[in-house]
């Protein structure tokens, strides 16, 4: 529901607002390949990720700081990773310095909602 009004009532705002659900591993490889090519080179042919694959896109990422803007969106768009990993089913679990790596991105970037989301798949998970 929040989704859709977000997506529906974005023109109160003034632009519309990207939720990053949608996306495929692709599109959202893409997004981030504009800010570290070397690497999302390797990963954007692949149909689905190993938890050592997610682990060395995040360790490509930890370090590399932009403007606060595109910081903002880098971490929105390995978020969006972190989330397509999940559904991918099959078993897949996060290695817990991913976990560890992608809640420091989020609370550098502000992004609260995500890290109350993180906060429940690691309990979930029992990391």
Known sequence: MSNWVLLNCSHLWGKK???????????LLFK??????ETTRRFLRVSELKPEDVNEIWLGFEFVYEKFEIEVE????????????NSQGKG????????EIIAKMLVRAGLFREIEF??????????
Request: proline share 4%.
């Open 17 to 27: 607002i990207e939720t990053f659900d949608d996306h495929s591993l692709k599109d």
């Open 92 to 99: 897949f679990k996060h290695l817990p310095k991913s976990f």
């Open 118 to 127: 993180l906060l429940y798949t690691m309990d979930r998970e029992g990391v």
């Open 74 to 85: 880098k971490v929105k768009s390995l978020w969006g990773v972190f989330k397509w990993a």
């Open 32 to 37: 981030l390949s504009r800010i570290n090519p």
